[in-house]
């Protein structure tokens, strides 16, 4: 088509298609280790994916070498797209999922990091699939397709068109100059995290596979576990769950504070407007509902998913209370107790995290807290005009003016988010879901949380839900994943159109 380079999109997709397939590849020794029958259907899976990559590569192998911004959003909604299908084959191929609609949600919920389920015995699932499941995550975090980029010079490519479009957050703060060192940076942080993650958990009492499977899905915040009742199952090991909330901070804010933390720069940690709210909020939040679950808590209703939690007891009620509330937060979506059970108002506090969302910059899904900031400065400020009509004052961020560009952007985020999240509910009314349901599906899918309300409650799965129900759920998960506008923009007749 005039306008696009197809050929190099082609062969941009068969690199992704074929780093997806190595990936596959790396759970195979854990099926071997634990003598599984699903090796060979995770060794068919990865071979025949990258296969697919290779000819997709081979016959566009000479295209073009230059990405245009309409190229980079097809590229990155494809490339997504190309994840989910191949990512699916591992489910399919070792016979742990055998219906394709479950295979796409429980797919892109793992690539978009949501980590919603449709598994309902997940501890009986083949330890190579787990293992791959917790690495769709793990892929997902960052972006392969920033991944990507980051090798992309050795291809003579260049890729600011695909960071852009794939970088979560409307910031676009850079570590270097060069796009492609970025890159490198980022993945190098979220690497090294996730080790360091790894350890500690091993240590804390977590067995090594676990340790692995959950340092990805913090690192992530993606939330997929390897037990059924997920984090509540160390509800005895605080230490376990203490690791995890801080790493599911540390996720959840943005990685170029990590990096210019790891710099010995300090100070642009408590200098970002941002990382000052985001910190503020987590405290605030869980102070409120620890007082709320501790001194106010009918002790008839039970919390965490085995069993009753002692409301009493002052620890357990702000673990529980810290790690929900980061959980949420954060979009990670881990369980340690079931927060639809706490009292109507912990309860609500709860569920008006879902339209947050972590740091622009971090593997966070949700609006994010810089939009909420600037969204109400932006208000503040319309207020102070009313009274002052002819003062000359500006949504200040960090100490520098924000253009009146970005507050529309930001504006406009909001609102088609809002608009999605109603109309979405609706449909999923159609779809054969009680209204609580819906409304808890439609902001957990849409911000990329994990668990909902009503028959979604963090104790529940997704499963019961029809196959239409889980395709649209994963529509939204995808949006949500690609915030809206890189998904939305492909869908509009005029991106279509010839320049």
Not at 214 to 239: E, I, Q, R, V
Not at 473 to 489: A, D, K, P, Q
């Amino acid at each position: 088509m005039k306008g696009l380079n197809l050929k190099i999109i082609a062969s941009f997709l068969g690199h992704t298609s074929m780093m997806n397939g190595v990936f596959m590849l790396l759970s195979e020794p854990f099926s071997w280790y634990y003598h599984e029958t699903a090796s060979t259907g995770i060794l068919s899976a990865g071979f025949l994916t990258i296969a697919i990559g290779f000819l997709l590569w081979f016959f566009n192998r000479n295209a073009r070498k230059e990405i245009q911004k309409r190229d980079g959003y097809l590229i990155v909604t494809l490339g997504w797209l190309m994840l989910t299908l191949t990512g699916s084959l591992p489910y399919l191929m070792t016979g742990t999922i055998t219906s394709f609609p479950d295979a796409i949600f429980e797919t892109i919920s793992g690539y978009s990091t949501t980590g919603a389920s449709i598994l309902t015995d997940i501890e009986s699932v083949p330890k190579g699939v787990l293992f791959w499941r917790s690495a769709t995550h793990w892929i997902g975090g960052m972006g392969i397709i920033v991944l990507t980029v980051a090798i992309l010079p050795l291809l003579g490519i260049g890729g600011m068109q695909l960071f852009v479009a794939e970088a979560p957050g409307p910031s676009t703060d850079k570590l270097h100059p060069r796009i492609t060192q970025t890159a490198k940076r980022l993945w190098l942080i979220y690497f090294s995290f996730t080790i360091i993650e790894f350890l500690l958990l091993k240590i804390a009492g977590m067995t090594w596979f676990d340790a692995i499977n959950h340092a990805m899905a913090t690192l992530s915040t993606g939330g997929f576990s390897t037990k059924n009742a997920s984090l509540a199952y160390w509800n005895d090991n605080p230490l376990v769950q203490y690791i995890i909330i801080g790493f599911m901070f540390v996720a959840g804010a943005n990685f170029v504070l990590s990096y210019f933390a790891l710099k010995g720069k300090p100070s642009k940690i408590y200098k970002d407007d941002e990382f000052r709210y985001y910190f503020i909020l987590t405290v605030v939040v869980t102070i409120a509902i620890t007082i709320l679950i501790v001194w106010f808590q009918d002790p008839m209703l039970h919390t965490t998913v085995n069993h009753p939690m002692p409301y009493g007891a002052l620890e357990s009620g702000f673990r529980h209370a810290a790690f929900q509330v980061v959980s949420v937060l954060t979009t990670t979506g881990f369980v340690s107790a079931d927060f639809t059970m706490w009292n109507y108002l912990a309860t609500a506090l709860m569920f008006s995290l879902f339209f947050i969302g972590g740091s622009a910059g971090s593997t966070s899904g949700g609006v994010k807290v810089v939009r909420h900031v600037i969204m109400i400065k932006n208000s503040l400020l319309e207020l102070k005009k009313q009274l002052h009509p002819k003062a000359i004052i500006s949504v200040r961020y960090n100490g520098s003016r924000v253009s009146r560009v970005i507050i529309f952007n930001i504006l406009s985020f909001f609102v088609i988010y809002m608009l999605i999240f109603i109309l979405s509910t609706i449909i999923l009314t159609f779809l054969d879901l009680d209204f609580l349901s819906a409304f808890g599906a439609a902001a957990s899918c849409l911000g990329n949380i994990g668990p909902a309300l009503g028959t979604l409650s963090p104790v529940d799965n997704f499963a019961h839900l029809t196959d239409s129900a889980k395709l649209f759920c994963s529509f939204l998960m995808l949006i949500g994943r690609l915030e809206l506008f890189t998904v939305l923009i492909v869908l509009t007749p005029y991106f279509w159109k010839s320049n």
